[in-house]
């Protein structure tokens, strides 16, 4: 079987810094190879329901996974799980209640708006110790093998992996990132061509300002796939398999813009933004206000 574990290990890890070359890009492997034998892996898409973005401090109430096969996209398998809220959830939970410990951004929300929003209180799954949960999560990744697919992948291993440790994986393959430096740069360079599907593609995902997104609900919207049942962990992770289906349906059909300078250009571009972005980031940690 072709090991593509490397591979797609670089998906999550190609915006590390690295001494001399000429910019990230040149880390990247060539996309014919990246997507090179992805018909005989099995996939494991997953996706986590929780309290905030605080792996410390925050909890995971659901997780759900579907094990699939890459040569059709059938589902083999699939768990779901609801956790029972910890006790710090709920002390955080009366405390925002007394108006003690609110977010101080108006776009976050207290904990109570996020369950909602989950649908967390209405769900009909049985509640179990979170550690329980996120441990039948790794027991079911050990079973299958397989490649861990998810939109925003490291934000949800690292909620999980920070409480009941590494996840077992052949490699990991960020649906967010691939669309943002593989994907959107084929789109990009295909419009120059008058490709009139690639602008339609386009059309359905740009912002306000023109810039394509990678958000799951924009990528599925323009690819013609259905959103249903959203903000429940399992109806998420059955949207990931669309977008992903999707998006990799699209890019095997023109693997060969991807030697184009036009696509290079793009991907190039597609880099120094998400650079740019982490650096503002740190900027703004390190001296808030400036950004």
Known sequence: MYNVSSRMRIIGSYLKSREGGTGKAKYLKPLKELVEGLSH???????TETTGLDQHTDQ???????????????????????????????????????????????????VEQVLEMNKYHDSKMPVRPEFDILNEFKDFCTKHDGLIVGHNAEFDLRMVGTKVGRIPNRG???????????????LLALEETGDEKAKEILTG??????????????????????????????????????????????????LDVSDTASYGKYQAKAFKLVRDYKKGLVNRNENPGKI
């Open 172 to 186: 990991v393959w960020d649906t967010m990132l691939f669309a943002r430096f593989f994907f959107h740069p084929m």
């Open 60 to 110: 995971v109430t659901e997780i759900a996974a579907v094990a699939v096969r890459g040569s059709d996209f059938g589902e083999i398998d699939s768990m779901q799980a609801r956790a029972a809220l910890t006790d710090g959830t709920l002390r955080k939970i009366e405390e925002q209640k007394a108006g003690v410990g609110l977010p101080k951004d108006k776009r976050h929300m207290t």
């Open 41 to 47: 892996e099995t996939f494991v898409f997953f996706d």
């Open 205 to 254: 995902i740009r912002n306000m300002k023109g810039k394509p997104q990678a958000t799951l609900g924009k990528v599925l919207q323009a690819l013609g796939e259905t959103i249903e049942g959203w903000h429940t962990a399992l109806a998420d992770v059955r949207s990931t398999v669309k977008a992903f289906r999707g998006i990799m349906h699209y890019v095997q059909g023109h």
